[in-house]
């Protein structure tokens, strides 16, 4: 479990374009809303990690899959910019705040953008790989499942504080910072979306 623990919270805190939009949706839509995109995110990489403890093998014989998935991916990253960069950061008019709290956007927002990414499923299959090579009580019975509950306690313990503590300290902050918090988010899943176009090839 300790394992799934370390992980999960590395993957957390270095997923840099997931911490970004649970701050651009934290400050326009609450602390929930940027949980939720953080909960995605971490769903979406259960399965990566379910399907290589399983085994990859069917879907690495098929790579036009990820071909279809890769620029699903390159679309929504596109798309997600697009939203991100026009929004500025700024908060939602108190009468639009409730209806427009959609949780189930919020979840998709942070899965889609990990989900329809090959590059981190390769990654997970890469650790797992690792793991497999490195620590004889992987094969032990029950170690998938307590790695996998680890992962979840891991990325909460970086999500947790980051919607619900340090979006109290970035909300004070001017409408200048929160425009600046947005164009930067938007500019990085460009970035994202330009890697998958060059170098991500299936």
């Not at 403890?53 to 390159?74: C, M, S, Y």
């Not at 639009?96 to 899965?111: A, C």
């Not at 340090?166 to 930067?184: A, F, G, P, V, Y």
Request: aromatic share 14%.
């Amino acid at each position: 479990m300790l394992l799934g623990m370390v992980a999960g919270f590395l993957a957390s805190c270095f997923g840099w374009q997931i911490d970004l939009l649970m701050i651009h949706r934290g400050l326009r839509r609450g602390k929930i809303a940027a949980f939720l995109v953080g909960c995605g995110s971490v769903t979406a990489d259960m399965i990566f990690l379910w399907i290589g403890f399983k085994g990859t093998r069917p879907l690495l014989e098929h790579p036009e899959w990820w071909g279809i998935i890769r620029w699903v991916g390159i679309s929504i990253l596109l798309i997600l910019a697009a939203r991100v960069f026009w929004t500025h950061g700024k908060p939602l008019p108190k009468n639009e705040e409730v209806s427009k709290r959609n949780p189930t956007r919020n979840f998709l927002v942070g899965f889609l953008v990990v989900i329809t990414n090959p590059a981190v499923f390769l990654m997970w299959i890469a650790i797992i790989g690792f793991l497999h090579a490195r620590f004889p009580e992987t094969r032990q019975p029950w170690f998938k499942e307590l790695f996998l509950g680890g992962f979840v306690i891991g990325a909460m313990l970086w999500f947790v504080p980051l919607a619900f503590f340090l979006l109290k300290k970035l909300d004070q902050w001017t409408e200048k910072n929160h425009s600046l918090i947005s164009r930067l988010s938007a500019v990085t899943l460009v970035l994202v979306a330009c890697y998958l176009i060059l170098f991500e090839k299936f």
